[in-house]
């Protein structure tokens, strides 16, 4: 029992001292999110018609062992949905054109395990949106702010990888949302952000 404890101190006590060794990297990421809402009410779901939008921002890398590391970012966020085919106004005014728009300073969390000898990591963590700005639109046409229909922040979850060659790298995520982004669905259902991102990284 001692030698196995003693054993698991040493490998912890080289994994930080590893760390310690390694710097700290600043990176900065732009691409572009294929997004949509997931509507929710009595047992049943449907998702909305998918857009795409802008994300970019940067990103520390902080070692927290050998092949692990801890990864805050800060990120800009365009997202939202179509309403598509299905969904009428008053007197049958037809709304399937209608684009719902929302930007959000986004900050992620996220824990990452680098696969030694390689340019590959994976990672997930929780997301934290604050709510910039929202707005409604016909396609083509007339466009207003609906930022007071909306919640003011949103907690997602992400999951992802990237593949770096030296300082250039690709990055791939899904970010699911778990908290209902629509004050009006309070109590009737709900409505939350989903996307995939696919982005372009550049460590300093």
């Known amino acids: 029992m001692r030698k196995t404890i003693s054993l698991l101190a040493l490998v912890l006590s080289l994994s930080v001292a590893s760390a310690q ?9 732009a691409g572009v999110n294929l997004s949509n809402v997931r509507l929710s009410e009595g047992g049943m779901s449907l998702s909305l018609s998918s857009i795409t939008g802008f994300h970019g ?5 902080i070692p927290a062992g050998v092949s692990f590391f801890v990864q805050p970012e800060l990120i800009y966020n ?4 179509k309403l598509g085919e299905g969904f ?6 037809d709304l399937s054109n209608v684009k719902l728009k929302t930007d959000y300073i986004s900050v992620p969390v996220l824990a990452k395990y680098k696969i030694p000898l390689t340019g590959l990591g994976i990672y997930a963590g929780p997301q934290y949106s604050f709510l910039a700005s929202a707005k409604g639109s016909l396609e083509g046409g007339e466009s207003g702010s609906t930022k007071e229909l909306y919640k003011s922040g ?4 992400v999951v992802g990888a990237e593949y770096f060659f030296k300082k250039v790298g690709i990055i791939a995520r899904y970010q699911f949302g778990f ?5 009006e669905a309070e109590g009737e259902g709900s409505m939350k952000n989903n996307a995939f991102a696919i982005s ?4 300093l």
Request: glycine letters at 18%; aromatic letters at 14%; a neutral charge.
């Open 179 to 183: 908290s209902n982004i629509f004050k």
């Open 57 to 61: 921002g940067a990103f520390v890398e």
């Open 154 to 157: 949103e907690f997602a979850g």
């Open 78 to 81: 365009m997202l939202g949905a």
């Open 200 to 203: 372009l990284g550049f460590k």
């Open 21 to 29: 060794k390694l710097p700290i990297q600043f990176g900065l990421k």
């Open 88 to 93: 009428e106004g008053e007197n049958g005014i």
